[in-house]
C-alpha cells in the first residue's frame, strides 16, 4: 500500500475537494509514483490522512472507477489498474503506416461504457445465460424484465404501469418508432418531428411511407403553434431535445398535450437522455400527464450499452394491443437475451448503483469541455444535462471548416446541418459529446476540439 503519495489539498480552490484527490491521482498515475497493480489508501485511512471526510474520497474512488482508472471494491482493496492507453500527443492521431488515422469520437448519442461495473456488467449475463433455451419468446417480453423496468421507470422516472397503460419490451428507439408506424398509421400519413431532430426516427417513419414534416424548435423545444392540422402523430424529445439539448418547460408540456387531445393525435415520448440529469430533478414526463395520449419510448443504449439492444415501449392499452397484433403477423419482436441481461443487471441493484455512478462521472467530463471551450471564448449551449453540448458557430461553411480542421487533428466532430429534415437552417453548430472516450483520451481530444472551433 502506498502511503506517501503525492497529494495535497487547497481548500481555497472553487474545485471541490473530491476533484482535487481525483485529479491528483490521474497525474500520480501519468507521471508520477504510481503504476498498474499499486493498492491505494482504503478511503478511511486517506481521508484521516487528509483531513475529509470518507464521502469526499469515496466519491474521488468512484469518479477514478467510472473513468476506469482503478479497479476492486471500497472495503477489499482498490487498485490503480495497468494505466489506460495514453492519449496522442496534441494534434497528432494514432495511426499504422499506410492505415486513415485513428479519430477520437467526440460525436453525441453513444454511452459512457466507462461508467460500467465489469463485476456487475460480467455477472448479469452470466445470470441471462442460465436460463433454459426458449420454444416461443413472448411478444410482450419477458416477464422480469418488464418487472425491472416498471421498477426503474418508477424509481428514476415518477411514472408507473397501472390500469391505463401498458409496458412492452422493444428493441429500442428507431425498431419501437418502427413499429408504431406499422401498427397505428398508413403510407401517406404524415407526422411531425423536431427540426433538427433524430435523424434515425426520421428514417424510420419514412421507411413506413409516412409523410415527415419539420417543425422548428427554440430554446422550450418543439413549437407547438406551428404544428400542421393534417398530422396524424409527433414525435419529440423533452428531456434533452436532440440535437440542440434544450429541456421543454411545463408549459409547454401541458400545450402539447392539450393540443394532441384536442387535435385527435398522438404524441411519441422519446425520453433521450431523461435519466442524465446534474443540476435538478427532471420534470414530469409527458406521459404522467396524458397516458391517453403519449407513448413513452426508453432504450438501454445510452445508459448502459447498445449491445443489449432493448428498450421499452409505455401506452394506453389499445396502442399496445396494436403493437401486439403487429408482432404476431410479421413474427417480429426484441430478441429476450438482452432483456434477460437487463433484468439480471437490475435484480440485486446494480442498474440504480450505475446510475448514480454515472451522474457522478459525467458532470466532470461535461466541466473538461466547457472549460476548454470558455478558456478560449467559445459559448456552449444546452443544459447542464445528458451527454453533448451544442458549439454555435455563424454558419454551414463554418461548420465544414470545423470538422475538417477537427479531422485533420484527429478529433471526429457532428455539425448541427446534418440533423435538419426540411431545408431551413436556423442553427449551424458542433454537437460535442463527450460521453464515449476513456477520461485520458477525453481531456487529450477536448483541447484539440475546442482550439478547432476557436479559429473555425
Given at each position: 500500500?502506498?502511503?506517501?503519495?503525492?497529494?495535497?489539498?487547497?481548500r481555497?480552490?472553487?474545485q471541490?475537494?473530491?476533484?482535487?484527490?481525483?485529479?491528483?491521482?490521474?497525474?500520480?498515475?501519468?507521471?508520477?509514483?504510481?503504476?498498474?497493480?499499486?493498492?491505494?489508501?482504503?478511503?478511511?485511512?486517506?481521508?484521516?490522512?487528509?483531513?475529509?471526510?470518507?464521502?469526499?474520497v469515496?466519491?474521488?474512488?468512484?469518479?477514478?472507477?467510472?473513468e476506469?482508472?482503478?479497479?476492486?471494491?471500497r472495503?477489499s482493496?482498490?487498485?490503480?489498474?495497468?494505466?489506460?492507453?495514453?492519449?496522442?500527443?496534441?494534434?497528432?492521431?494514432?495511426?499504422?503506416?499506410?492505415?486513415?488515422?485513428?479519430?477520437?469520437?467526440?460525436?453525441?448519442?453513444?454511452?459512457?461504457?466507462?461508467?460500467?461495473?465489469?463485476?456487475?456488467?460480467?455477472?448479469a449475463?452470466?445470470?441471462?445465460?442460465?436460463?433454459?433455451p426458449?420454444?416461443?419468446k413472448?411478444?410482450?417480453?419477458?416477464?422480469?424484465?418488464?418487472?425491472?423496468?416498471?421498477?426503474?421507470?418508477?424509481?428514476?422516472?415518477?411514472?408507473?404501469?397501472?390500469?391505463d397503460?401498458v409496458?412492452?419490451?422493444?428493441?429500442?428507439?428507431?425498431?419501437?418508432?418502427?413499429?408504431?408506424a406499422?401498427?397505428?398509421?398508413?403510407?401517406?400519413?404524415?407526422?411531425?418531428?423536431?427540426?433538427?431532430?433524430?435523424?434515425?426516427?426520421?428514417?424510420?417513419?419514412a421507411a413506413?411511407?409516412?409523410?415527415?414534416?419539420?417543425?422548428?424548435?427554440?430554446?422550450?423545444?418543439?413549437?407547438?403553434?406551428l404544428?400542421?392540422?393534417?398530422?396524424?402523430?409527433?414525435?419529440?424529445t423533452?428531456?434533452?431535445?436532440f440535437?440542440?439539448?434544450?429541456?421543454?418547460?411545463?408549459?409547454?408540456?401541458?400545450?402539447?398535450?392539450?393540443?394532441?387531445?384536442?387535435?385527435?393525435?398522438?404524441?411519441?415520448?422519446?425520453?433521450?437522455?431523461g435519466?442524465?440529469?446534474?443540476?435538478?430533478?427532471?420534470l414530469?414526463?409527458?406521459?404522467?400527464?396524458?397516458?391517453?395520449?403519449?407513448?413513452?419510448?426508453?432504450?438501454?443504449?445510452k445508459?448502459?450499452?447498445?449491445?443489449?439492444?432493448?428498450?421499452?415501449?409505455?401506452?394506453?392499452?389499445?396502442?399496445?394491443?396494436?403493437?401486439?397484433?403487429?408482432?404476431?403477423?410479421?413474427?417480429?419482436?426484441?430478441?429476450?437475451?438482452?432483456?434477460?441481461?437487463?433484468?439480471?443487471?437490475?435484480?440485486?441493484?446494480?442498474?440504480?448503483?450505475?446510475?448514480?455512478?454515472?451522474?457522478?462521472?459525467?458532470?466532470?467530463?461535461?466541466?473538461?469541455?466547457?472549460?476548454?471551450?470558455?478558456r478560449?471564448g467559445?459559448?456552449?449551449?444546452?443544459?447542464?444535462?445528458?451527454?453533448?453540448?451544442?458549439?454555435?458557430?455563424?454558419?454551414?461553411?463554418?461548420?465544414r471548416?470545423?470538422?475538417?480542421?477537427?479531422?485533420?487533428?484527429?478529433?471526429?466532430?457532428?455539425?448541427?446541418?446534418?440533423?435538419?429534415?426540411g431545408?431551413?437552417?436556423?442553427?449551424?453548430?458542433?454537437?460535442?459529446?463527450?460521453?464515449?472516450?476513456?477520461?485520458?483520451?477525453?481531456?487529450?481530444?477536448?483541447?484539440?476540439?475546442?482550439?478547432?472551433?476557436?479559429?473555425?
Open positions: 500500500m502506498l502511503e506517501d503519495l503525492p497529494l495535497d489539498l487547497d481555497g480552490l472553487a471541490p475537494l473530491a476533484a482535487q484527490i481525483a485529479e491528483q491521482l490521474r497525474r500520480a498515475a501519468t507521471g508520477g509514483p504510481l503504476r498498474g497493480g499499486d493498492r491505494l489508501p482504503s478511503t478511511r485511512a486517506l481521508a484521516g490522512r487528509l483531513g475529509v471526510s470518507r464521502t469526499v469515496a466519491a474521488a474512488y468512484d469518479q477514478l472507477h467510472a476506469g482508472w482503478i479497479s476492486g471494491r472495503g482493496g482498490t487498485y490503480l489498474t495497468t494505466a489506460p492507453a495514453a492519449a496522442p500527443a496534441r494534434g497528432d492521431s494514432v495511426h499504422h503506416p499506410g492505415a486513415a488515422p485513428r479519430l477520437f469520437d467526440l460525436a453525441p448519442g453513444a454511452p459512457c461504457v466507462d461508467a460500467i461495473d465489469p463485476a456487475a456488467w460480467r455477472r449475463w452470466r445470470a441471462a445465460a442460465d436460463h433454459s426458449l420454444v416461443r413472448d411478444r410482450a417480453g419477458e416477464p422480469e424484465f418488464r418487472t425491472a423496468v416498471t421498477e426503474h421507470l418508477l424509481r428514476h422516472r415518477g411514472i408507473g404501469a397501472g390500469s397503460t409496458l412492452l419490451a422493444t428493441a429500442g428507439t428507431s425498431s419501437a418508432v418502427s413499429e408504431l406499422a401498427a397505428l398509421l398508413r403510407p401517406g400519413d404524415a407526422v411531425a418531428m423536431e427540426d433538427p431532430g433524430y435523424q434515425r426516427a426520421a428514417g424510420a417513419f413506413a411511407g409516412l409523410d415527415v414534416v419539420p417543425v422548428p424548435v427554440d430554446a422550450h423545444g418543439l413549437r407547438v403553434d404544428l400542421p392540422t393534417r398530422i396524424k402523430a409527433v414525435y419529440c423533452p428531456a434533452h431535445q440535437p440542440l439539448g434544450a429541456r421543454m418547460p411545463a408549459a409547454r408540456r401541458v400545450e402539447l398535450v392539450e393540443h394532441a387531445r384536442s387535435a385527435g393525435i398522438f404524441v411519441i415520448e422519446d425520453d433521450y437522455d435519466e442524465l440529469r446534474y443540476d435538478t430533478a427532471p414530469p414526463l409527458l406521459a404522467t400527464m396524458a397516458p391517453d395520449v403519449v407513448v413513452h419510448l426508453g432504450t438501454t443504449s445508459i448502459l450499452s447498445p449491445s443489449l439492444g432493448v428498450g421499452w415501449l409505455l401506452a394506453a392499452p389499445q396502442i399496445a394491443e396494436a403493437v401486439l397484433a403487429h408482432r404476431e403477423r410479421t413474427g417480429t419482436g426484441p430478441s429476450p437475451a438482452g432483456q434477460r441481461v437487463l433484468a439480471a443487471f437490475a435484480a440485486h441493484g446494480d442498474l440504480a448503483r450505475h446510475l448514480r455512478r454515472l451522474r457522478r462521472a459525467l458532470p466532470p467530463r461535461r466541466a473538461l469541455v466547457v472549460a476548454e471551450l470558455r478560449r467559445v459559448d456552449v449551449l444546452g443544459d447542464d444535462a445528458g451527454s453533448h453540448v451544442v458549439v454555435p458557430v455563424a454558419s454551414a461553411e463554418a461548420e471548416r470545423v470538422i475538417a480542421a477537427g479531422q485533420a487533428r484527429g478529433v471526429a466532430l457532428d455539425g448541427l446541418s446534418r440533423y435538419y429534415l431545408s431551413r437552417r436556423d442553427h449551424f453548430g458542433i454537437a460535442l459529446g463527450y460521453t464515449a472516450l476513456p477520461w485520458p483520451q477525453l481531456a487529450a481530444a477536448v483541447p484539440m476540439a475546442a482550439e478547432c472551433l476557436a479559429r473555425p
